[in-house]
């Protein structure tokens, strides 16, 4: 099947050149440019313009290949990301810009991007044929994507183009004939690509399923050993970087949490004994968000309506504000700030029994926020945690900066939005 022409990301940044860049120039300069005496502050105004849209439209097309996630979200902070930076650089190099001409650029520029994304969702919907046997039929509840079932008579030669952006089968069940190989074959002569069901369902699901990890390759989950160096060094930067914020925000929230236990006991800060990189124990640090007896009959998992949680702490729950303190953990090397929820001894103990590969979760440090905290939330029972636990495993195997950043994007809107919070 053909791609539109708007799912290029030349199209796309030469089009919005032309109109982010380009056009607010000969809006604001047309007389400058009829008398060819254009100043130095106009070239590099539209020349910051330029550098800011491409890094905008290259950071758009990288962070909406995940999957499972909603492109519109990614381009407000996509835009202030470019626009800071080129904005550094004009002040560090002390360069004259013209002002009117880069506010025009900038609401140009995040009008298309807008009208962009909408477009660019509109026309990739994917279409990929399947063959119906085996585990292809799981994929059928998989929504965005227009399922079409392949028959073993369908004839290729007599299409110059199939009508499926791809072709997936289950290779591995015993039920595909010589038949369906034959098809699969000359699918993949006229260059329309073959998967496995494994490989669409993780691409599709952001989800790596941990019943047929034996299918995947285990090496493929080793974190890049490079990356975890650069991840610690940029977790202390961001603390460091918005601590101005974050630590006049928790005394507010300590404060509203003394105010709120001053007939009682409670503590303010709550301390649990979690599991982290390697399997090692570390204290947490939380808000506390439950009633001071909340354990008293041992760990247990949050779920709806939680009689445990008190008034305040359902708002900060929602809110991910007693997760502060544990930007003391990542100080300490114990966490990160993105990463798999670090888990409670016990229940650690109750999955490695029974979830298949549990313990790989800890490969990693884990973080204040995660893949599978903004694609489900919290998990209030077994089934939940597996699931959680597929979530983990894709961001292990695509572990990166790139990953990182849209997560951190997410966790701004789950903050906003109070999803999956129990």
């Known amino acids: 099947m053909q791609q539109h022409i708007w799912q290029y990301l030349s199209i796309r940044i030469i089009v919005g050149w032309l109109v982010v860049s380009i056009l607010p120039a000969i809006v604001l300069f047309w007389e400058y440019i009829l008398t060819n005496n254009i100043l130095i502050t106009q070239v590099n105004s539209v020349v910051a313009s330029s550098i800011a849209l491409i890094l905008s439209l290259i950071g758009l097309e990288r962070l909406t290949q995940f999957p499972g996630q909603k492109s519109m979200v990614t ?138 990890l034996y299918e995947n390759n285990l090496g493929s989950l080793l974190p890049s050993q490079s990356y975890l160096l650069i991840k610690r060094l940029l977790d202390t930067l961001a603390i460091l970087i918005t601590a101005p914020i974050v630590i006049p925000l928790a005394l507010l929230v300590a404060i509203a949490l003394k105010w709120q236990g001053r007939h009682s006991s409670s503590t303010v800060l709550f301390t649990q004994q979690r599991i982290g990189q390697g399997g090692k124990l570390f204290t947490m640090y939380k808000f506390r968000s439950m009633l001071p007896c909340a354990e008293q009959n041992g760990a247990q998992m949050a779920t709806n309506g939680d009689m445990r949680v008190t008034k305040f702490g359902r708002f900060i729950r929602q809110t991910r504000l007693d997760e502060l303190p544990q930007f003391i953990n990542v100080l300490k090397g114990e966490m990160s700030l993105i990463g798999p929820r670090p888990e409670q001894l016990d229940f650690v103990k109750r999955f490695n029994e029974t979830i298949p590969f549990y313990c ?63």
């Open 75 to 212: 381009v407000l902070p996509t835009l202030l990301a470019s626009g800071l930076t080129v904005g550094l650089l004009l002040l560090i190099f002390r360069l004259p810009y013209s002002v009117y001409y880069l506010s025009l650029s900038a609401a140009s520029g995040l009008l298309f991007c807008f009208i962009s994304q909408i477009y660019l969702r509109a026309v990739t919907q994917a279409t990929i044929g399947y063959v119906p046997i085996g585990r292809c039929q799981n994929l059928l509840d998989i929504e965005g994507v227009r399922w079409v079932e392949l028959t073993p008579c369908f004839e290729t030669a007599s299409h110059r183009r199939l009508p499926f952006h791809a072709v997936v089968a289950d290779l591995a069940d015993k039920g595909l004939s010589a038949e369906w190989e034959q098809l699969l074959a000359e699918t993949a002569l006229q260059g329309t690509p073959v998967y496995n069901v494994l490989q669409v369902r993780e691409s599709l699901t952001g989800r790596l399923p941990i019943k047929h």
């Open 360 to 422: 790989y979760r800890h490969i990693v440090k884990p973080g204040i926020s995660g893949w599978a905290q903004v694609m489900h939330g919290y998990a209030s029972d077994e089934d939940e945690t597996k699931i959680k636990l597929e979530h983990d495993f894709f961001y292990i195997k695509n572990f990166s900066l790139t990953l990182d950043l849209l997560i951190v994007i997410k966790t701004i809107q789950t903050m906003m939005t109070g999803f999956g919070a129990k």
